[in-house]
């Protein structure tokens, strides 16, 4: 049966609460007033608001991250539509960390004399 498709179940109520839903907890509901039953919906129907509200709100975080960008060079870049300029400075920059991190790699060792390739030897001391 449907939520809701029964007159006697309020579809804003948790069915395993109420009446002639199969619960076991079905009695509990059917002793509530009116007045507690209004209550306990509005309870209900505020707690479902607020997971609305904290998925609204880290999808508006979630967006605001994309939109994040490291420079005013790259937003205007973005604005003016220099999509072209825009990727090729992020080519050109992993470029130039690539070329860093390929001469620290070249570098590591030297000046060291002939001792070896600069790895310290562990209980001897250099």
């Known amino acids: 049966m449907a939520r809701g498709s029964n007159p006697n ?3 804003n109520i948790d069915p ?3 009446p002639n839903a199969g619960g076991v907890g079905g009695g509990a509901y059917a002793q509530l007033n009116s007045t507690e039953r209004e209550i306990l919906a509005g309870i209900t129907q ?7 509200a904290e998925k609204a ?6 967006t605001i991250e994309k939109l994040r ?3 005013w060079d790259r937003i205007e870049d973005m ?6 300029a825009f990727l090729q400075r992020n080519v050109d920059e992993a470029k130039a960390r690539m070329a860093e991190i390929e001469e620290i790699i070249a570098n590591r060792g030297t000046g060291n004399k002939g001792k070896g390739k600069g790895k310290a030897v562990v209980g001897q001391g250099q």
């Open 9 to 11: 179940i309020d579809p």
């Open 79 to 84: 604005v003016f539509g220099r999509g072209e």
């Open 69 to 71: 960008l490291p420079s």
């Open 46 to 52: 505020a707690e479902q608001e607020v997971r609305d």
């Open 57 to 62: 709100l880290q999808e508006y975080k979630d």
């Open 16 to 18: 395993m609460l109420q």
